[in-house]
């Protein structure tokens, strides 16, 4: 107080507020370091953008393909897939199969181990498939062991004797599975993450805690090392995997902004984006010129659902009008861009045994024939119907094309749209509680089966009100011939029913995946039907295997 | 004082109280099933997962449930990140958003003041109306437009930045600045606007008539009163920056709780959703409370009751 006004004014007040300042950054850093998580920066020969965090790593539990990727990079079933998506080997070396398809008897490895140093046996799949199938794991996947003998009854729990379920380890390198019916995919299922074996000692050692790092043990070729929540993911390669693979450390992160995707990897700290929805889609015209674009098609559709429960689509012919009405091309050239083939089926092609029906072509001079017969010349007097979509950004452009495109070509002026946030659309279409419902499907494994079995009657998936006695007679007698042939034409029948003769649903396209990586960078990535790529088959160019 | 702040402590806890609970209610109401997803779960198993998450019977025993397991501090698991506690989730991401936030608000502080200063001075002026076009900008620019342009700059074109993640210091700078932005906009007019006032008063008036230097007046008596507004403000707008943001998280692929606000509630995951809006709620009435005992120890005339 006593000082001077002139002495004061020579404290360099610049200067201080800049030692403050400093002083406060290099506490503020320090601290980050600290507790914020900071590891500076993990090396890693492999940098994957996942899209979004992935809601567990349980292989029994996984229902989404961004965790179903990750387990599927941690765990391995029997059989596994190359990068082709070819079923090869993977935990058991061989298998033989009984000549009426029923029974399988897998021959596990000798050098199969789990990622701390432990054989894997037999029990350990056995014991894994009592714990997936066990009413108390509440696993949503649990119905892809419904094919064994037993399985469903353990799995809904009227049965609760798992030793009736029909598979049986006689020894520690044998597994025998017997089916209730001859199922032509069952070596895709055994590839698939369901059926993956989990390490049970850890499970009962850490609880809830067992798949975090360091307790995760694995089977696959990569074991977890670090995993902070929508941070990164840190995979090394498991050291007693029965193959080398090629990267040793993969980084998965969890963007999920496309633009940020694209931005981290233009400036390389991304090597390679797996998902549609983690690239910008008003950048696919501009990118699809670029070497680093890849689009693969694969088993996937979108589709429109009829209620045929409610009036006017309880009309076979309206149901027609509607879908001779839509110019599929132009909601791909206009609204997916990605080179979406359109649709006729709702089995996407990719399966080479199976021979798709032709379904109806675009014909809007039919349709309005069609129409008129119904009752509604020109659209008039068409009640007031609601179409019900997703509200995210494809299904909203799709659904209000389809509502331009029938008010052009029928004169129907009458359809108003219903767009929902994604766990309420999901909650209304599966009470059924919509006239027109855009929806889509993405199969599980390389059979039209995973399509077809959806539209039985009362099916879980149908969600149309559709039924037909001979569509579900069809399927009963086709699961239950051994002949691989005679059964694809039961299959084929049963499409015709769905897309030409019945029609409770439209296939609109089928779906393409995009993919961005460096050829330079990466190989090892070819499309597939299931698009499953497993990123133990990747690997520099260089380091071609 | 002490008192005072006792009272309001505990007041607190019946605030919160009813926001949880509102929260948690209003999650189990609304349409659409945290477990639902394309495929249709057959019914045993989704009452099975609804029994292993406490979120089986009416909605009214799930509730008391929840608030019973809440007194004891226990957030309960998240249904979207299964295995994982809303402790747990919070215990990770909470440090995150506040160290961001904590230098995002305090670069916020050192633009904004000097600016709001620098503009009272030169009121009317050209540089005054230089600055306060700026803060216009700063405020009306939304950080979704601001937060892209700077990482095209910056990150994609010069190469100087990284355009996202979390690990190293570079990768904060262009998160820490998109967030104060505005914020330093608001400080900048705020200040500005409370030291002008202040610069008319007789005190000041006083002050110069006996001769004080023009720096002396404005550092040592005029912004020593400014400052008045900017802590009450402060204290909302800090609880609002540290509990992170949606959109700077997103972009800059940030692992902070600032995505769990929306994300939790389209994904109808109600302990999530209660366990954010209490770490909100707890923070803004944390903060308005330090604002006010602030106030009241800064500004005689004011007593907080």
Redo the contacts between chains.
């Keep these: 107080m006593n000082a001077s006004p002139a002495s004061r004014r020579r404290i360099p007040a610049a200067y201080i507020l800049a030692a403050w300042l400093a002083g406060i950054l290099a506490l503020a850093l320090a601290f980050f370091y600290f507790f914020g998580g900071w590891t500076l920066s993990e090396p890693a020969d492999l940098t994957i953008c996942n899209g979004d965090e992935p809601q567990t790593l349980d292989p029994a539990i996984i229902t989404g393909q961004l965790e179903g990727r990750l387990a599927l990079a941690l765990f391995e079933g029997l059989t596994t897939r190359n990068a082709k998506g070819d079923i090869v080997p993977g935990m058991a070396e061989s298998w033989q199969i009984s000549p009426d398809g029923l029974t399988y008897t897998f021959h596990l490895r000798s050098d199969a181990k789990w990622s701390n140093g432990m054989p894997l046996t037999a029990y350990d799949f056995l014991n894994s498939w009592e714990r997936t199938l066990n009413p108390a794991t509440a696993s949503q996947y649990a119905y892809q062991l419904y094919y064994l003998v037993n399985g469903e009854a353990y799995g809904t729990g009227k049965l609760k004797d798992f030793s009736q379920v029909g598979v049986k380890a006689p020894d520690a390198r044998t597994l025998i599975v017997t089916l209730t019916h001859p199922t032509a995919f069952f070596l895709e299922l055994t590839s698939f993450q369901t059926l993956c074996p989990v390490y049970l000692p850890g499970i009962e050692k850490y609880g809830n805690n067992w798949m975090k790092p360091p307790n995760l043990v694995s089977n696959g070729p990569y074991c977890l090392k670090v995993w902070r929540l929508n941070d990164y993911i840190l995979l090394e390669a498991n050291p007693y995997y029965w193959r080398k693979v090629a990267f040793q450390r993969i980084k998965v992160l969890p963007t999920s902004n496309a633009t940020t995707c694209l931005n981290l990897f233009s400036s390389g700290k991304l090597d390679l984006i797996l998902d549609k929805n983690s690239v910008p889609a008003s950048l696919v015209d501009k990118l699809r010129e670029k070497p680093y674009f890849h689009a693969n098609p694969f088993g996937g559709t979108a589709f429109v659902r009829y209620n045929v429960k409610r009036k006017p689509f309880d009309d076979l012919r309206v149901r027609k009008a509607l879908a001779l009405a839509i110019d599929k091309e132009d909601i791909v050239r206009k609204i997916t861009r990605a080179g979406e083939p359109v649709a006729e089926t709702l089995v996407p092609p990719g399966n080479k045994d199976y021979i798709p029906p032709l379904g109806p072509k675009y014909n809007p001079e039919e349709a309005r024939k069609l129409l008129a017969e119904a009752g509604y010349p020109g659209g008039k007097g068409f009640p007031n119907v609601q179409m019900l979509y997703a509200k995210r950004s494809t299904p909203e452009q799709v659904a209000i094309e389809l509502q331009a495109l029938w008010q052009q070509e029928l004169g129907i002026t009458s359809i108003t749209l219903r767009g929902q946030e994604w766990k309420v659309y999901l909650n209304t279409q599966s009470l059924i509680d919509f006239d027109l419902c855009l929806s889509a499907w993405v199969g599980d494994y390389n059979d039209p089966q995973t399509f077809l079995d959806m539209f039985v009657t009362d099916g879980g998936n149908n969600l149309t009100g559709w039924s037909n006695p001979t569509y579900d007679h069809l399927l009963d007698q086709s699961q239950a011939i051994p002949d691989p042939a005679q059964r694809m034409k039961l299959l084929q029948e049963m499409e015709t029913i769905l897309v030409d003769q019945d029609m409770p649903i439209v296939p609109l396209y089928y779906y393409v995946g995009i993919s961005l990586y460096r050829n330079e960078k990466v190989a090892g990535f070819e499309p597939n039907f299931v698009d499953d790529h497993r990123w133990g088959v990747l690997y520099p160019p260089e380091k071609k295997p | 004082m002490t008192t005072l702040i006792l009272r309001r402590l505990i007041l607190a806890i019946p605030t919160l109280f009813i926001v949880v609970s509102l929260t948690f209610l209003l999650m189990r109401w609304?349409?659409?099933?945290?477990?639902?997803?394309?495929?249709?779960?057959?019914p045993?198993?989704l009452a099975?997962?609804e029994k292993?998450y406490d979120l089986n019977g009416t909605v009214t025993s799930q509730y008391l449930r929840y608030m019973g397991k809440l007194v004891h501090g226990d957030l309960s698991i998240s249904t979207?990140?299964?295995?994982?506690t809303v402790n747990d989730?919070l215990a990770?991401?909470l440090?995150?958003s506040v160290?961001l936030g904590?230098?995002a608000y305090?670069l916020a502080l050192?633009i904004g003041i000097p600016l709001g200063a620098y503009a009272a001075v030169r009121q009317d002026q050209k540089a005054d109306r230089l600055a306060m076009l700026a803060a216009l900008l700063g405020l009306s620019v939304p950080s979704f437009v601001l937060a892209?342009l700077l990482?095209m700059l910056f990150?994609?074109k010069l190469?100087w930045l990284?355009?996202?993640?979390?690990?190293?210091?570079d990768q904060?700078i262009l998160p820490v600045f998109c967030l104060a932005i505005p914020f330093a906009a608001a400080i900048a007019r705020l200040t500005r606007g409370s030291l002008l006032d202040v610069l008319n008063l007789d005190f000041i008036r006083t002050a110069r008539a006996k001769g004080?230097?023009e720096?002396?007046v404005l550092?040592r008596h005029a912004l020593k009163i400014a400052i008045l507004p900017l802590i009450s403000y402060s204290g909302p707008a800090l609880a609002g920056i540290l509990t992170g943001s949606l959109v700077i998280e997103?972009?800059?692929?940030?692992?902070?709780i600032g995505?769990f606000f929306i994300n939790s509630v389209?994904?109808?995951d109600p302990m999530m959703s209660a366990g954010v809006v209490l770490v909100f709620s707890a923070f803004l009435l944390f903060m308005n409370l330090v604002s006010d005992v602030l106030i009241s120890l800064l500004d005689r005339r004011v007593k907080i009751e």
């Design positions: 609304a349409p659409g099933n945290p477990f639902s997803n394309e495929r249709k779960i057959p045993e198993i099975e997962l292993q979207q990140y299964r295995n994982r989730i990770q991401a440090p995150v160290l904590g230098l305090l050192l892209p990482v990150g994609v190469h990284p355009v996202a993640g979390w690990g190293s210091p904060i004080l230097p720096d002396e550092y997103t972009l800059f692929d940030i692992p902070g995505r389209l994904n109808r």
